[in-house]
DNA sequence: CATTTCACCTGGTGGC
DNA sequence: TGCCACCAGGTGAAAT
């Protein structure tokens, strides 16, 4: 399931492989509709448009797009002003630039044609993902309401816990204070820095939470160095594997030794979740 | 407001 | 072999 590692590695792939080249034809699937925007309207919005840059902001995919070729300048085109196609993977999203003759995957929602003979698709099984689109010159840009993991500082990271009774497994999920850390990274992260997943955000100690926080921005860096974690069916915007889920301690590990000190993983539900921990290493 | 639960989806899996 | 209940989990709406 792609995370923030995942959304980071595909963005950073579309971005080389498209930028600068020009949306020329736009084709979305009429029946299921996987839209924030009604299907329509983005494909009429989008075509025309030259994709200028593409990002990850939290665990989504912006695409940052310049105005339309030949859009008459004047406030009543809406298409003379920047705008920004953001995609959310949801569970089994994919982000693919193929060549336009390349077979065309089972799901696939859309399918933009773009100058220089290239496609961008976006495929998803499960249509847990999401297309938007946002027209700058009616509304501010795209910016996911959680804090940015990679960026954050020590006393912004324990001011977002701080009196709070839920589970730190829970909160460290909730996009709206963190946002990109999935269930992959919350598990693997509370490992690392010797919590368990359950225990309330309360009861965490300052030091417990700083570690948290460097446990969380290493594990995250080191899984955009590995181009993430394939547990499922993940794949990079050119359809390669990630190989973090090598370096995984407890994600997926249920029943196997700890890597550190041999005690078997457990698995338990936190907030709905499969939760893996170690209950030797993690207090 | 804070927190929890559930529906949304399909592919893969295990039991019978 | 086939059928089916069940699970996976990101998100947002509904419930508590």
Same mark, same amino acid.
Request: aromatic fraction near 6%; charge should be positive; proline fraction near 6%.
């Given at each position: 399931?792609?995370?923030?590692p ?12 498209v ?5 020329? &034809? ?7 509709q ?10 009429? &919005? ?13 665990k ?5 797009l310049?105005?339309? *070729? ?7 085109s809406?298409?003379?002003a ?15 630039v ?15 044609g ?5 496609e *961008?698709?976006?495929v ?25 993991? *990679?960026?954050?500082g020590?006393?912004e ?20 204070? *963190?946002a ?13 820095a ?24 290493e594990?995250?860096q080191?899984?955009i160095?590995?181009?993430?974690s ?6 990079d915007a ?5 190989f973090?889920?090598?370096e995984h301690?407890v ?5 196997l ?9 457990r ?17």
């Amino acid at each position: 399931m792609p995370e923030l590692p995942e959304v980071e590695t595909i963005a950073r792939g579309v971005h080389e492989r498209v930028r600068g080249r020009r949306i020329v &034809q736009v084709w979305f699937a009429s029946h299921p509709q996987p839209f924030k925007t009604p299907a329509a309207h983005q494909a009429r &919005q989008l075509e025309g448009r030259p994709i200028v840059a593409v990002h990850r902001t939290g665990k989504h995919i912006v695409c940052e797009l310049g105005a339309a *070729l030949g859009a008459p300048s004047g406030k009543q085109s809406g298409k003379n002003a920047g705008a920004q196609w953001i995609v959310h993977l949801g569970m089994t999203g994919r982000l693919l630039v193929t060549t336009p003759d390349a077979p065309v995957a089972p799901h696939t929602h859309a399918r933009l044609g773009l100058s220089g003979g290239l496609e *961008l698709r976006f495929v998803d099984p499960r249509r847990f993902g999401r297309l938007d689109f946002r027209d700058l010159g009616r509304k501010a840009g795209f910016s996911a309401p959680g804090a940015e993991p *990679l960026a954050i500082g020590s006393a912004e990271f324990a001011a977002l816990f701080h009196g709070r009774r839920l589970s730190i497994k829970a909160a460290l999920l909730n996009q709206s204070l *963190l946002a990109g850390v999935g269930n992959i990274y919350a598990d693997e992260s509370l490992f690392r820095a010797g919590i368990r997943p359950h225990k309330s955000c309360g009861r965490l100690t300052r030091a417990e939470l700083e570690r948290l926080r460097v446990a969380l921005n290493e594990v995250l860096q080191a899984a955009i160095r590995l181009g993430g974690s394939s547990v499922s069916d993940y794949v990079d915007a050119e359809g390669m594997r990630g190989f973090f889920q090598l370096e995984h301690c407890v994600y997926q590990r249920t029943g196997l030794p700890c890597r550190v000190c041999q005690t078997l993983v457990r698995r338990i539900v936190v907030t709905g979740r499969g939760t893996h921990y170690c209950p030797k290493c993690q207090r």
